[in-house]
């Protein structure tokens, strides 16, 4: 079993910043692959970006190419996305996902457990 707690969410204005982070415990962290997603509402959840068990390789949706960075931490359990240049468009709800097998997939079927989700709210 694995558990996940986004924070840092919050409201900011256009071209601003946020660091989001995702606390995970339970099975071992390092071990897995970490994804980024967000919903929208009215809108099906969509892949941000994702992080091998490593840190090695990373894979981001083309809408955040070049403002969001994924990394992680895996002495504290913890990944994080750290998103530049926002736009009224990134408002959401972000989710952060585990999967265990490392596939490092935009699917989410592909993940395996999922956070509760954080909200960003960028204003124009």
């Known amino acids: 079993q694995v558990q996940l707690v986004e924070s840092g969410g919050g409201l900011v204005q256009a071209g601003g910043s946020l660091r989001l982070s995702c606390a995970a415990s339970g099975r071992t962290f390092s071990s897995y692959a970490m994804g980024w997603f967000r919903q929208a509402p009215g809108k099906e959840r969509e892949f941000v970006g994702g992080?091998?068990?490593?840190?090695?390789?990373?894979s981001y949706a083309d809408f955040v190419k070049g403002r969001f960075t994924i990394s992680r931490d895996n002495a504290k359990n913890t990944v994080y996305l750290r998103m530049n240049s926002l736009k009224p468009e990134d408002t959401a709800i972000y989710y952060c996902a585990a999967d265990l097998y490392g596939t490092l997939t935009g699917a989410t079927r592909g993940y395996n457990y999922w956070g509760q989700g954080t909200q960003v709210t960028v204003s124009s």
């Open positions: 992080i091998s068990w490593s840190g090695s390789s990373t």
